[in-house]
């Protein structure tokens, strides 16, 4: 389709641009930059990771596999275009104003294009014949990403009602994105994955593959509670979290048995089977983690120390989800590799991010022993560049291979 094919660029040119705010911020840590307010940057850059470049993105491939009627494709086109003027509209009121009526609004457009996206999807999806046992996955994703706005709302009557409560406050906000993450991201994510390898699935990988669902489906809600083990909760809330994150660890393993299975069978771009290699991994990785997190000696490390909370939320983002849907946009041809430079940018790229998720890491062991490790901010800021440098030439390429902007 003509009309995924040119939005695929325009997705790819919003994460270059994303990349190039992530350079900034990781500067203005180390140097003085007068005109930029850091937390005021830091509200658009993750108000434009979450509109303009993921949920874009997912809109984007979505679309793609669904192969509207001329109708809906119109459709698709007009919500398409409201999603990229919120998110731009986000990128550039938030760095200036912080939380204010002009930037509450496009965020507030940003969720309506959301519930719109879902009422047209839903029917596409009813109306789709190709699409099997993952067309739940579809649904639900939908659902979860329509849920997550409860989170935005609710902070929203907080500030308005100048309510002072920091469990309210975090709740709300751990809410959204928890059903952001591990909703609507996770299920679109495995969905398109199981839409991509289903040819190659025999009766029982898809019963292993409902079994999947089920479990992630069942652990969404106590999963929440994972965010929130460090504040005071009832005593059914921290058995719920510990029940959600043992359960989590089952789907795990029943996820890596699945890719076992079908490593030998599936024949994919070679490229592609890296990037899930590696995206998939740090899916594993994020889930282990989110157990290890219903500690309650751990817990306290998770969320509260900085490079803690940054290094995961970058493992989710970036390594696991961004990756993913690289991987997605070349396995549908969507974005192209046949310039040697989209090659080498892409694998630019993908060494600066686990070369960026390492020193997190290594920062936030520090923090933990409290030792330093004080060039770890220069090296973050070298990965900043090279992720945009590795972006720019990928997307550099992708006009010289086309035109098509």
Same mark, same amino acid.
């Given at each position: 389709? !003509?009309?995924?094919?040119?939005?695929?660029?325009?997705?790819?040119?919003? %994460?270059?641009?994303?990349?190039? #705010?992530?350079?900034?911020?990781?500067?203005?840590?180390?140097?003085?930059?007068?005109?930029? *307010?850091?937390?005021?940057?830091?509200?658009?850059?993750?108000?434009?990771?979450?509109?303009?470049?993921?949920?874009?993105?997912?809109?984007?491939?979505?679309?793609?596999?669904?192969?509207?009627?001329?109708?809906?494709?119109? /459709?698709?086109?007009?919500?398409?275009?409201?999603?990229?003027?919120?998110?731009?509209? !986000?990128?550039? @009121? $938030?760095?200036?104003?912080?939380?204010?009526?002009?930037? #509450?609004?496009?965020?507030?457009? +940003?969720?309506?294009?959301?519930?719109?996206?879902?009422?047209?999807?839903?029917?596409?999806?009813?109306?789709?014949?190709?699409?099997?046992?993952?067309?739940?996955?579809?649904?639900?994703?939908?659902? %979860?990403?329509?849920?997550?706005?409860?989170?935005?709302?609710?902070?929203?009557?907080? !500030?308005?009602?100048?309510?002072?409560?920091? +469990?309210?406050? =975090?709740? +709300?906000?751990?809410?959204?994105?928890?059903?952001?993450?591990?909703?609507?991201?996770? $299920?679109?994510?495995?969905?398109?994955?199981?839409? @991509?390898?289903?040819?190659?699935?025999?009766?029982? /990988?898809?019963?292993?593959? *409902?079994?999947?669902?089920?479990?992630?489906?069942?652990?969404?809600?106590?999963?929440?509670?994972?965010?929130?083990?460090? !504040?005071?909760?009832?005593?059914?809330?921290?058995?719920?979290?510990?029940?959600?994150?043992?359960? /989590?660890?089952?789907?795990?393993?029943?996820?890596?048995?699945?890719?076992?299975?079908?490593?030998?069978?599936? *024949?994919?771009?070679?490229?592609?089977?890296?990037?899930?290699?590696?995206?998939?991994?740090?899916?594993?990785?994020?889930?282990?983690? /989110?157990?290890?997190?219903? #500690?309650?000696?751990?817990?306290?490390?998770?969320?509260?120390?900085?490079?803690?909370?940054?290094? =995961?939320?970058?493992?989710?983002?970036?390594?696991?989800? +961004?990756?993913?849907?690289?991987?997605?946009?070349?396995?549908?041809?969507?974005?192209?590799?046949?310039?040697?430079?989209?090659?080498?940018?892409?694998? #630019?790229?993908?060494?600066?991010?686990?070369?960026?998720?390492?020193?997190?890491?290594?920062?936030?062991? @520090?923090?933990?022993?409290?030792?330093?490790?004080?060039?770890?901010?220069?090296?973050?800021?070298?990965?900043?560049?090279?992720?945009?440098?590795?972006?720019?030439?990928?997307?550099?390429?992708?006009?010289?291979?086309?035109?098509? $902007?």
């Amino acid at each position: 389709m !003509m009309l995924t094919q040119k939005w695929s660029k325009i997705a790819l040119i919003n %994460f270059t641009v994303l990349a190039a #705010i992530g350079v900034l911020l990781r500067y203005k840590i180390l140097f003085p930059l007068p005109l930029v *307010d850091h937390k005021h940057l830091l509200h658009g850059h993750s108000h434009f990771a979450f509109a303009g470049w993921v949920s874009l993105a997912l809109y984007i491939i979505i679309v793609h596999i669904l192969q509207p009627d001329e109708s809906q494709t119109k /459709q698709f086109k007009q919500i398409l275009l409201a999603q990229l003027l919120s998110s731009y509209g !986000m990128l550039l @009121s $938030f760095p200036f104003m912080g939380y204010a009526t002009l930037s #509450i609004a496009f965020s507030t457009l +940003s969720i309506f294009v959301s519930w719109w996206f879902a009422i047209v999807t839903w029917k596409a999806l009813i109306k789709n014949s190709s699409l099997t046992f993952e067309k739940k996955w579809f649904y639900t994703a939908l659902i %979860f990403n329509i849920l997550s706005a409860m989170g935005t709302f609710s902070l929203a009557w907080l !500030m308005a009602n100048k309510i002072i409560h920091q +469990s309210w406050y =975090f709740g +709300s906000v751990y809410f959204y994105l928890h059903f952001q993450y591990n909703g609507w991201f996770l $299920f679109a994510i495995l969905g398109l994955l199981f839409v @991509s390898l289903k040819k190659w699935f025999t009766p029982v /990988q898809i019963q292993t593959a *409902d079994r999947l669902f089920v479990l992630l489906l069942i652990t969404i809600l106590p999963a929440w509670f994972l965010s929130m083990m460090w !504040m005071r909760l009832p005593v059914w809330m921290y058995y719920a979290a510990d029940a959600a994150a043992l359960l /989590q660890l089952i789907a795990a393993y029943l996820f890596i048995r699945l890719a076992l299975q079908l490593r030998k069978t599936i *024949d994919l771009h070679p490229t592609v089977k890296w990037l899930w290699l590696i995206a998939l991994s740090a899916f594993i990785l994020k889930i282990i983690l /989110q157990a290890f997190s219903a #500690i309650p000696e751990l817990n306290k490390y998770a969320f509260g120390i900085r490079p803690v909370v940054i290094g =995961f939320l970058h493992l989710v983002l970036l390594v696991f989800v +961004s990756i993913f849907i690289l991987g997605c946009f070349i396995q549908n041809n969507l974005i192209t590799l046949e310039k040697t430079t989209s090659k080498v940018g892409l694998w #630019i790229f993908i060494i600066a991010v686990l070369f960026n998720e390492f020193i997190l890491t290594i920062q936030g062991i @520090s923090a933990i022993l409290f030792t330093n490790f004080p060039s770890s901010n220069y090296l973050l800021l070298g990965s900043a560049i090279t992720i945009f440098i590795g972006l720019f030439l990928v997307t550099l390429s992708q006009k010289k291979a086309n035109g098509l $902007f």
